[in-house]
């Protein structure tokens, strides 16, 4: 989890070891939900999440799971639309 970037600003011990403990939160989140995710845009999100001023484990946890699986979906639109030729039933048309 990349929380470390020569351009970003230097953050102390208890701020990293925070920040990892909601990816870790949020990852169990995203699991056990079976939502898919990119752990690149998570760290992301965290980190405008705790540059924004929050400061809740529990709200940052979710809210970061929330957005970072809707950053997905967006991303990957065509995972969540069955393709035009498919095997499946055609609607009743009117």
Known sequence: ?????????????????FMR???SDA??????SEREYVGL?????II?????GLR?????????AKLTHQKYQFRHPEDHF??????MEPADYD
């Not at 405008?48 to 924004?52: A, D, F, K, R, V």
């Not at 809740?56 to 970061?64: I, V």
């Open 56 to 64: 809740d484990l529990g709200y940052m946890s979710e809210l970061a």
């Open 27 to 32: 990852v169990v989140l995203l699991n056990e």
């Open 82 to 87: 069955p393709a035009a030729n498919s095997n």
């Open 41 to 45: 845009d998570l760290s992301g999100t």
């Open 1 to 17: 989890m990349p929380f470390f970037s020569e351009g970003s600003r230097i953050y102390t011990i208890e701020e990293v070891n």
């Open 48 to 52: 405008m999440l705790y540059e924004s």
């Open 21 to 23: 403990r909601i990816y």
